[in-house]
């Protein structure tokens, strides 16, 4: 019987989720509104079905190591169930129950990335460079597409094709940072890199090219032990933002970033306008206060995008800088055991994965949660595991999946009959 | 137990539950072996940490200190929360100093309504609040306050104590009984009325006139704004008027402060007094009202102030020089937009307009009708009000306030009490001279001090009561209602008559 402290966190988080869901339906009644109390239930309990199965499936495969990432995870994405049933257990736009296949089809995919990657995982060193190459080649592909606006394309149903380019270009990084390279392999890579922040620049994609730009500072700093890339990044990402936000009282042409900029240091002039988002969703923060309105008592429909982009605002209204300050801690708990991992790997290429895989997730939090308490740029990115959404969801779940078939090879005792590889840097 | 209450309760459980949850995932025990990694991977993870506390600590900013930025302030009004008033105690009851209740929620065929039962007497003061036409009044400037949805359940839980298992109400320095004294008095004329405690700045009296019902905003909002009298507009706070003869008084400090004496005298003749290069005479009323007049004669400084003589004033001004008048004027506070709703509280609602004065280098004819308050001056009713109160409160001046339950702001000293006392003396002499223009004031067994004034037909009064140790000051104007001493004066009088029977003199002495 494997993984016991995992199924003794997930009945924790059965037992969370179930009275944070209870309350939700105890907030209905005394109110009067509409009870959905059976359906929610069912959604509820077949979202912590799934996440049994998943436990299940860990243990049959006979998979090892950190088993506090999988309760973790999900009591994240439940919370992300939680919100979708709190604005009313539909998703608009998409056809019913959707929603609960794709978060149920995320856990799905992080058991099927243990399962192909355990064992496997140094197949993806030698497809590293196929991986970089595909990158830039999905985002001309979907230009060429003609979707003009953060890659999202409504051919095959609502997919975001571009969240594939996380994954890739983790593996991409992982594989080439491995020892002194030769200068015209260096300019291929730096090219790939431009090429594709370039063409996501025509997506006014800001949000990916920021996850993008850090993720390759903070691997070339972990990789090498060299903090001038982390100042050269922090350098150039302050002048680009000092640039931008003198750009439009400048009278220069005052595109998509520049504006976000401006909305960013300025959304008082004009806030039913162009400052409405990051002032509703201040208006959130404040209203929720130290411990909040109480699940199910907030208005988080008042904040645009509260199910995705904003989802932190409506959890900051309905359960207050307490609550969110723990959700917060559980991220960075989450985190933390990933980098662990990364750090207990002794393959190179498996510690390098491991650290893009949680840097990314890691970024893409920090960013999303620092647009909506104003400490940046709204740059229109989810909150893993708990936004609404369908390919972040999905990538999201798979970059835990590659942490954990890390996690397994580490405790299988790694490096056994592997080639090993030159010392990086 | 409220509803409010139960629900604190619940959140306040998942938060623990969620707190026991991350207590749970730091005691799951790392996988074993030590790591080897480099130093650069565990600086990052901690670099992590710290931008997730940087990113927290401007969270926590936002959540507990933006309603301190004037810009946030500013916009909060686009916040629609507001006007989720969906169950009884979603609001709290507003009352005066004494409990009389000024608003309180009432169900009424299912939906709860919020009630005015003073109406169109304390309309300025409550405001209104209408799904459609906004919130004004204590209703916009206490609105975080008074939307108790809004509480952290800490507060929610302290009100548990609460006798009535309600929110406490919001109490209000207003006093009803002088209020409606205030409001009869006015009888509909386009005027207003502000009564303080000098030594508190306590709000007794803010009357305005003509007003409305706020319980009824919703059917009649576009009348009452197309309505040529302006009941909308609160004149006590926003109406600014030339003071007239009641800048006389703030003349007179500014001399004996600047070491005038009492018995500075000046010959009032029946031709007036022409200020050096200029070419209009400025003259007493009585030179205008009766032909033949002989003139005052030579006065001294408690005389020209019984008979409001602007001979003798407008000398006076001049004498002192613009400069010296107009920073006599703003010590005094004229220029301050009084908030009666301090900072954290408030909105943009229930600011006085700052008075108005002219620059200080006018020419001398300037500085003599602006001594006898014409020409640029302007004040509102609360600012003379206080003004009054500051001569009452021998010499410091006390900020207005509202709330009955929040500390006032500091106040400041504006004149030695010395000069103050000699002011109390020339205000009294308005009262009890023979001739003096507020002998409509004499009340027995009360002494009353007192001054009038009017400019472009609007008749103004001020006044404090008991003399020497006021408990309460006055301003009164009605617009085109003629002089002060036959349109406000009876006003005052009422009120203040009104304060005897509710007990605001209790020791007053005839001196």
Known sequence: MGRPRERWLLVHVAILLAAFDLGLAAQRMLSGQALWAGRDAALLGGYLAALWLLHRALVAMGVRGDEAIVPLVGLLSGLGVLVRLRLGGTAPGWPPGSWWLVRAGSLAVLAGAVWVCRRRILWLDAAAWLCGLAAPVLVYVLIRHGTAYRGAMFGPGLTTPTELLKPLLVIFLAGFLKQRRYAVETAVFLGIWAATLVLLKKQHDYGMIAILAALLLSMCFVASGRTRYLLAGLATASLLVTALSYAEPLGLHAGVAERRISAWLDPWTDPMNSGYQTVQGLFALRAGGIDGTGLGRGSPRLVPLVESDFVYAGLAEELGLLGTGLLLVLYVALFRRGYRIAALATHPFRQRLATGCMTVLAIQTAINVAGVVRASPITGITLPFVSHGGSSLLVCHGLIGLVLAVGHDVEEGEGEGEPAEAESW | ?511
């Open chain 2, 1 to 511: 137990m409220d509803l409010d209450q139960a629900l604190a309760l619940q959140r306040l459980g998942a938060l623990v539950l969620l707190g026991w949850f991350a207590g749970r995932v730091a005691r799951v025990r790392v996988p074993s072996r030590a790591p080897s990694a480099s130093r650069a991977l565990l600086a990052y993870t901690a670099a992590i940490a710290g931008v997730f506390a940087a990113i927290f600590s401007c969270q926590t900013f936002w959540t507990l200190f933006a309603g301190d930025l004037p810009h946030y302030r500013q916009v909060e009004r686009f916040d629609p929360r507001v006007w989720q008033l969906s169950r009884a105690g979603d609001r709290r009851a507003v009352t005066d100093r004494k409990g009389v209740e000024l608003i309180r929620n009432e169900a009424r065929d299912g939906r709860v309504l919020r009630v005015y039962p003073r109406g169109a007497e304390t309309a300025h003061v409550t405001g209104y609040f209408d799904r459609v036409y906004g919130k004004s009044g204590i209703e916009g400037a206490c609105d975080a306050y008074l939307a108790t949805a809004r509480r952290s359940a800490f507060a929610a839980l302290s009100e548990l104590s609460q006798p009535t298992g309600l929110p406490a109400p919001l109490r209000l320095t207003l006093d009803v009984r002088l209020e409606h004294a205030a409001c009869s008095a006015l009888a509909g004329r386009r005027g207003a009325v502000v009564v303080l405690n000098p030594v508190q700045g306590d709000v007794l009296v803010l009357a305005s006139s003509p007003s409305f019902d706020p319980s009824r905003v919703f059917e009649s909002f576009p009348e009452l704004q197309a309505d040529p009298a302006r009941p909308l507009l609160d004149r006590a706070l926003q109406g600014l008027y030339p003071p007239g003869s009641t800048f006389k008084p703030v003349v007179a400090a500014t001399a004996l402060a600047a070491g005038y004496p009492l018995a500075t005298a000046f010959e009032c003749g029946p031709n007036g007094y022409l200020p050096p290069g200029d070419t209009r005479r400025i003259l007493d009323y009585e030179a205008a009202e009766r032909v033949g007049w002989p003139g005052h004669g030579l006065l001294d400084l408690p005389r020209a102030t019984a008979w409001s003589s602007n001979t003798y004033f407008a000398w006076l001004g001049v004498q002192l020089g613009g400069p010296a008048l107009l920073a006599g004027a703003r010590s005094m506070g004229w220029e301050r937009a009084w908030d009666l709703v301090p900072g954290a509280w408030t909105g943009p609602d229930l600011v006085a307009s700052a008075g108005r004065r002219p620059h200080g280098r006018q020419k001398a004819g300037d500085t003599a009708r602006c001594a006898i308050g014409q020409s640029e001056i302007l004040i509102s009713p609360l600012g003379l009000a206080t003004v009054a109160g500051t001569i009452a409160n021998y010499g410091t001046v006390t900020p207005p306030r509202l709330l009955l339950d929040s500390a006032g702001a500091g106040g400041w000293r504006a004149m030695p009490a010395r000069t103050a006392r000699d002011v109390q003396r020339l205000m009294r002499g308005v009262v009890e001279l023979p001739g003096g223009t507020g002998r409509g004031l004499r009340l027995p067994g009360l002494a009353v001090a007192g001054k009038t004034g009017t400019a472009q037909a609007h008749g103004w009064v001020i006044a404090f009561a008991p003399a020497e140790r006021a408990t309460l000051a006055l301003a009164v104007v009605i617009e085109n209602g003629g002089t002060g001493s036959r349109a406000a004066v009876p006003v005052a009088r009422a009120v203040l008559e009104a304060a005897r029977a509710a007990g605001y003199f209790p020791a007053a002495r005839e001196h």
